[in-house]
């Protein structure tokens, strides 16, 4: 193991490398099956120590973490149940079952009627006054193309919203249990210590 050395703060993972970083370590708990919290790590990945990485077969090394503190594992052990049940919802995430409308005006009736709605559109760029969009809906007038566009985009976005909101909840639960396992070995190391490429990953006694 590398000794303390606090050259850096290191790269944050990217949200694929701390997705890959959350599996790994959910695989970890699933065979650790042990009451108390593991107080080691053996690994096998390219190691960014204090943002310097670590020497090793095509940048690949094994390393053995000891010493991690139970109160600091604990932390990791609770987010990692948040990030497997937020990575479980995401693959079964699928597109809103009511958003179905074809054509603008169905489609901005649809939306009109609620406030994330509303508020979709207005992101999208449909651009218009009070009374443009009264008669929107009464149909006395058509949106210009690029509302009509504006539309379809918001509508889409809405439809996608159960599947967006899902991956959105999952990288953000993978990287609070990546950044827990960093804070672990940062509170005993004294440097940022990260994980990437991970080929191997299991807790110890």
Do not use: C
Request: no cysteine; glycine share 6%; net charge positive.
């Amino acid at each position: 193991m590398a000794r303390k050395r606090d050259t850096g703060t290191g790269e944050p993972y990217s949200d694929a490398e701390a997705e890959r970083v959350a599996m790994a370590i959910e695989a970890a708990y699933a065979d650790w099956d042990r009451p108390a919290e593991p107080s080691k790590v053996d690994v096998r990945a390219k190691v960014e120590w204090a943002g310097v990485y670590q020497p090793g077969n095509q940048g690949v090394r094994r390393i053995r973490v000891e010493g991690l503190k139970p109160e600091k594992m604990r932390e990791v052990r609770k987010v990692i149940e948040k990030a497997r049940k937020a990575l479980g919802k995401q693959r079964t995430a699928k597109p809103a079952a009511t958003y179905r409308a074809k054509g603008w005006e169905a489609q901005f009736r649809q939306l009109f009627k609620t406030a994330k709605g509303y508020e979709a559109m207005s992101k999208a760029g449909v651009s218009a006054t009070k009374q443009t969009l009264d008669r929107w809906l009464s149909g006395s007038q058509t949106p210009s193309k690029a509302n009509r566009e504006a539309i379809e985009r918001a509508y889409g976005e809405m439809r996608e919203r159960p599947v967006s909101e899902a991956r959105s909840a999952a990288e953000s639960a993978s990287k609070a249990a990546a950044e827990a396992m960093t804070e672990a070995m940062r509170e005993r190391y004294g440097v940022n210590v990260r994980f990437r490429d991970i080929e191997h990953f299991r807790f110890e006694e």
